[in-house]
């Protein structure tokens, strides 16, 4: 069973503190900050070059918010590691790589070979997200799409 | 109608799998109920009163004949012979085991058909006008951006956990065939200097709190609606409430922000999200189009019917619409014979159906959010011909958008969520109106009944409209009036203290005595009740 | 009294608490007091019932009857299809419920 899973196969997962957000502001040496749900991720726009690690945290599986906060800091262009954290299950990190995130954090540990198959499960996607995935529309159009 | 490529196919046989394997993790254990709950929520099983339920989606309520014979024999093969057609065009089965689930969406696959996001917090089946590439006030064929809007929503990764349901419906024309405002986003298209667009409105929705949604913006070139709506989705999954269960669709959002707060906060997401290249380019819509150009109608046939049978006469006057091609006709069948169950279907009348379809309107029906079903292209020299096989098959009542076409959700027969009964309301209902004379004297009264607050039965888009309730554990029903789904949108007023079973139904009759008796020129009941307001009906209800 | 009620998982048929497993007819069904949570505790995690709870209900009559109409319509079947309920056969059964 896995307590911890990266795609970041070429870094190693940081280990770096993550601070809270409020906390994170008043310091200017914190490489790595943790947002809640409820938090604005776009508060973080200022610092992406300096940071190396943003957690997010699912409180509840059924509580989505972390996956806009992933996508709008992946379109801003943070390539640092993303990690989710907390309610995190198999089922859900396919949806959670395709909103940007590259580590997860979860609560309980992950059956191995439930998230390979989750992770191989679709071939294609049907919409353009924070992954680097072609959607469909663009394998359909010509490679000057997408 | 859209038919799948490769890709399409590929999506819906990994979600096969998908549900596979969950449904297995499920019966060994390796996943509670409670994980796999939003998981089956998503491919559209309900654990409901008497068993599990599965909605089948019915992509903007069109069907080939070969996927009709299909839900025919899944309703054969897996359930009881029967199914139901729903207020959002699609369709559900009321005794499913979860055992058989995967096979009954793989039998789906194979038609090109799916329950994917049917239920569960997520972009919903998107719905539509039955009329869509026929009725002549139409500006475009809505059902190709429907079908990319579909295809768009289908597993998209950040809006699978929103606050709540969302549902969106795509119509084409300024009269509203599809309860368009009542839908969380309804998207009219428009054209605009000779430009066909997305006019967009947001917030709209029935249950607890029932709203009109507002307009939000007048024009979205298709180029950018998907990252249009995105930018709606965005705001919503961000800021929805997640504290109340009760005030968690975009309706409460749209409302406590305020309409143009919300607008603000899209039009900043939107100007961010248009530049990262995530709509699909033109050429995407116009290869969906392709599949919903006119049928090959036969020209220069005849507009005329013979109507010496005066029971085939009736049906055509009420069952039958204008279509814009010379010698063909739109078709309506009524799934509200006097006494029957609303929106339902034997396996054997949906074979007919589909048989009828296939030879008689280019292999295609529509289902309505009414719950009734629609042959878009009949040719009218055929007319006679369809009408004999429909009434040997308990298919051809002729009451469209009569009192007795009522609309009706499943209620506390066969719905956990309800408080009272609706299906035998409405059979009584239909009963003491059976009179056709009768019926037709009263004209249009679109009659909706829904077993509790949750309006699956539209109640408040009723002209009038029955709301069950629990009053201390007996059955209760709360009379509303004044209500319309169409462009004239609005929402029903209650009358005042609720009834019995069979005091609803006289107080239905008395309503519509009041009609009778205050009607001026042409009006429907609808008409009658804006104009007089609801003093004279409560004088009476209440007397 | 208080009877437990609950689905069985691969069929999702409706079941109650016989005290010595599940039945499908609620007239089996017997007091569990106070037991309730715990006996169901115990069944949904052998996956031996789904989604358990306690209702309450009387003996009326010799028989079980749950006291909500909703779940006395849950124990027979839809009223409206008395041939897909439990007792087909049985013309007043539908007034049981009411």
Redesign the interface.
Known sequence: MLDFFTTRHDQPASEAPAVTLEAFAGQSNAVAVRIEAGEDARELLPYLDRLQLIEVNFPA?????G??AA?ILR?QGYDGELRATGAV?V??I???V??GFDSFGPDQPL?PI?LK??LG?????????ADAAR???A???GSK?? | MYQYDKYDQAMVDARVAEFRDQTERRLNGQLTEAQFRPLRLMNGLYLQLHAYMLRVAVPYGTLSARQLRMLAHIARKYDRDYGHFTTRQNIQYNWIKLSDAPDILADLASVEMHAIQTSGNCIRNISSDQYAGVAADEVADPRPLAELLRQWSSFHPEFVALPRKFKIAVIASAEDRAAMRLHDIGIELVNKDGVIGARVFVGGGMGRTPMIAPEVRDFVPFEEVVSYLEACLRVYNRYGRRDNKYKARIKILVHEMGVDEYRRQVEEEFLHLKTLGIDPPIAELERIATYFAPPPYKQGLSDEIDRRDPAFAQWVDQQVAPHKQPGYAIVNISLKPIGGIAGDASSAQMDLIADLAERYSFDELRVTHAQNIVLAHVKKADLPAVWKALAGAGLATANLDLITDIIACPGLDYCSLANARSIPVAQKIAERFADTGRQQDLGELKLKISGCINACGHHHAGHIGILGVDRKGVENYQLLLGGSGAEDVSLGQITGPGFDENGIVDAVEKATQVYLDNREGGERFLDTYRRIGMKPFKDVLYA | MNILTGNDLASGDVIWWTGNGWSRHVGEAIDVGDKGDEIAQTEVAARRANEVYMIEAEVVDGTVRPAHIKDRIRALGPTVRLDLSLKPADPAAGNWVI
Do not use: N, V
């Not at chain 1, 599986?61 to 918010?65: A, N």
């Not at chain 1, 499960?121 to 997200?129: E, I």
């Open positions: 599986f059924t509580d989505g918010r996956y806009s996508r379109e299950l089922d859900q396919g949806h959670m395709r909103c059956d439930a198959a989750a499960r679709f071939p294609q996607r049907y919409q353009k997200a959607p469909i529309w394998l359909r159009h799409h997408g």
